[in-house]
């Protein structure tokens, strides 16, 4: 699987962003897909998952109410879409894949995860 994310720059707190991760490779709407994020000098960490058919999500509890993560499997696309951003949110931003689970699963465990995205670097300016 090959993914490639999209979206990132540069915002003010309170604006909003939103990322693209375009897969190939593997038939989509059979990948849980997950979001990641890694600050300087911190551990990455989950942001967001998604199911298969996108009826099943969880985030991050410094998240949550601000960030929304959906999917287009006819597009091959998932998408994060971050509002009320905040300087805290500023970190390099990763999509990824897990093509080893079953339909209304999501993991929000990195080591599920069998594909990475190149990332894309988020920085928000107070």
């Known amino acids: 699987v090959q993914l490639q994310a999209s979206g990132g720059g540069l915002v003010q707190a309170g604006g909003s962003l939103r990322l693209s991760c375009t897969a190939s490779?593997?038939?989509?709407?059979?990948?849980?897909m997950g979001w990641f994020r890694q600050a300087p000098g911190k551990e990455r960490e989950i942001v967001a998952a998604?199911?298969?058919?996108?009826?099943?999500?969880d985030y991050a509890g410094s998240v949550k109410g601000r960030f929304t993560t959906s999917r287009d499997n006819a597009e091959n696309t998932v998408y994060l879409q971050m509002n009320k951003l905040k300087p805290e949110d500023t970190a390099v931003y990763y999509c990824?894949?897990?093509?080893?689970?079953?339909?209304?699963?999501?993991?929000?465990?990195?080591?599920?995860?069998?594909?990475w995205g190149q990332g894309t670097q988020v920085t928000v300016s107070s």
């Open positions: 990824a894949a897990d093509d080893n689970t079953v339909s209304g699963a999501i993991s929000t465990s990195a080591a599920r995860y069998e594909y």
């Open positions: 490779g593997r038939t989509f709407s059979r990948l849980a």
């Open positions: 998604i199911s298969w058919g996108g009826k099943v999500k």
